[in-house]
């Protein structure tokens, strides 16, 4: 790697390390009900939405009920969001006369949305009025990723009870999330966004005149309200079709950094607020030690394979025994603006925690480089992941090495103090093979239909990765493509529609069975024989698994993309 790249990546971990602390014992006061700066103005408000919604924020929710409010309040944001999109062209804010989207792209984007997906399957500036953006999209971006927060509280509360039988208050944690974390941060990063450029307008689309005669459309509108809460979030919708790589919504080095520590924020942070809750700091820092190391290994190797470049290229071809590589790296797909360094830390932070955002073209990666964000989303997200959700996947995966390690000395696994018993470990297996089966399954549909099939343009292992990808983003609620798969048909928005849904909930309900579980043990004083879950050992098994699991249950299918496409060149 070159020296701007090593110095951008020791920058970007160095700031995530300082700013995890602070932000993490925040949001654990925000979750705990204490007192924070903002609860002078805010806490009026929190009261005015309980009153308003006829809640008990004080009621303590069995893991049953809070799963059911999850699934409701999810369901009833895809309808709202669905109506809007359907009715648009009816409705106010549509400066340039938008039509409703079609029944299956309007069924697609409301899922995309409500489960923090993001999957954009149309052009935003060209399908989506003002109104659609702002009351539809951003809207439904702020309750996904406060959901997901509120799903890590829920899991946290599980592991750090005693003979409980609560996890929570859903609404109480939804609300908190939104306005004492959500609501105020965005808030600074929009105007911080408007200042280094970003619109923020509700004028429509402008035509101007090129300076070669000709007549050009540009469109504009509410874009930095919802570009900061596509990152903060961990959402990544973006206001164009270009998302970050368009210069309204990324603008200039400042804002790209930027954009990235915003992505990486919250679930950076989620890991202290969770050592601060179970009473040892030391376990949050274990897990954000093997988040860390993950996110550093997987940049490195694909951001060295995109500065190697293309060995296709004839100039390289006929220097090949001096050993030269492609001037510049593999520059296709990327923006000059930015690079190779910059396009692939995006990449990678965008995809592993779990925002889909985009700089540049995945489609355009080298294979071996594109297996990198694959395996992000094949192992659930558990590498940071999105608002909350990083966190718990990440601790199923050490609730697994810890059961694993156990069974290997002979002994019962505890993980925190309580047993890993028989119900916990088909509450973990459920989780890890959820993504798995549904990702393999509607690849194959994909793969051998013709319906299928029509959407691919790059036919050969690179079509087979796209379809790969495609359902790997939408399973694990992460919203990235590889842009090279035409998707806008019903086939694909209602299968990857169906996949959305079944990574959100046949994920978030084995979850919360696992926190109530969890929840109703008592602790067991700790032993000889018991594995510290703070330790380098710790962090290296956890790495471990959750590598193991990804190679092991997905190497075919990548062997038929990437690794053959990289095999033919």
Excluded at 415 to 440: N, W
Excluded at 539 to 556: D, K, M, Q, S, W
Aim: proline share 4%; with cysteine; net charge neutral.
């Amino acid at each position: 790697m070159s020296g701007a790249t090593i110095g951008l990546l020791v920058l970007f971990f160095a700031i995530i390390f300082l700013i995890t602390k602070p932000l993490g014992l925040y949001m654990a006061k925000v979750f705990g009900g204490e007192r924070t700066p903002l609860s002078r103005v805010l806490l009026p408000v929190e009261g005015l939405v309980y009153r308003a919604c006829r809640v008990d924020p004080e009621e303590e929710f069995h893991w049953t009920k809070y799963a059911l409010g999850i699934v409701l309040f999810g369901l009833g944001g895809v309808l709202f969001l669905f109506l809007i999109l359907r009715f648009q062209g009816l409705l106010r804010l549509n400066p340039q006369d938008f039509d409703g989207l079609a029944p299956h792209l309007a069924f697609n984007t409301a899922v995309s949305f409500m489960t923090h997906t993001n999957w954009q399957s149309y052009s935003g500036e060209q399908t989506m009025s003002h109104l659609s953006q702002m009351a539809g999209l951003t809207v439904q971006n702020f309750c996904a990723a406060a959901v997901g927060m509120a799903l890590a509280m829920a899991f946290i509360r599980g592991l750090s009870r005693r003979s409980a039988q609560g996890v929570g208050n859903c609404w109480a944690d939804i609300t908190r999330a939104i306005l004492y974390i959500l609501l105020p941060v965005s808030t600074i990063l929009a105007i911080v966004f408007i200042w280094q450029g970003v619109p923020q307008n509700l004028q429509g689309a402008l035509s101007v005149a090129t300076l070669e005669g000709g007549a050009q459309t540009i469109a504009q509108g509410p874009v930095a309200s919802q570009e900061a809460i596509k990152v903060l979030g961990t959402n990544g919708g973006g206001f164009f079709a270009a998302n970050s790589a368009h210069p309204f919504e990324n603008p200039n080095h400042w804002t790209n950094f930027l954009q990235l520590i915003a992505m990486a924020a919250i679930p950076s942070a989620m890991t202290y607020t969770f050592g601060r809750l179970v009473g040892d700091t030391r376990q949050g820092w274990a897990i954000w030690a093997v988040m860390a190391i993950l996110l550093l290994a997987g940049t490195s190797l694909s951001t060295v394979i995109e500065q190697q470049g293309n060995p296709n290229f004839d100039a390289i071809a006929a220097n090949q025994q001096a050993g030269a590589e492609q001037a510049g790296g593999n520059l296709e797909g990327k923006e000059t603006r930015f690079g190779v360094g910059q396009s692939m830390l995006f990449t990678n932070v965008s995809v592993a925690t779990s925002t889909g955002a985009v700089n540049n073209t995945h489609d355009s990666l080298m294979p071996l480089a594109s297996i990198v964000p694959m395996v992000y989303m094949q192992t659930g997200g558990a590498v940071f992941g999105g608002a909350g959700v990083g966190l718990y996947s990440m601790l199923i995966f050490a609730i697994l090495a810890v059961f694993i390690a156990g069974l290997m000395v002979g002994r019962t696994p505890e993980y925190l103090g309580k047993k890993i018993e028989p119900f916990e470990i088909k509450m973990v297996m459920l989780v890890t093979l959820a993504i798995a089966s549904t990702v393999l399954l509607f690849t194959a549909l994909a793969a051998t239909t013709d319906r299928g099939f029509a959407g691919v343009l790059n036919p050969g292992p690179h079509g087979f990765s796209e379809m790969l990808y495609a359902y790997s983003s939408s399973a694990s609620n992460n919203g990235s493509a590889f842009a090279g798969l035409n998707t806008d048909s019903s086939f694909y928005s209602y299968t990857l529609g169906l996949v959305m849904l079944l990574g959100r909930f046949m994920i978030v309900i084995p979850v919360l069975a696992l926190a109530g579980a969890m929840a109703r043990k008592e602790r067991v004083p700790q032993s000889l024989g018991t594995l510290p879950t703070h330790g380098p050992l710790f962090v290296a098994l956890v790495a471990g698994f959750v590598i193991i699991v990804g190679a092991l249950t997905f190497f075919p299918a990548l062997a038929l993309g990437p690794i053959v496409e990289h095999l033919m060149m």
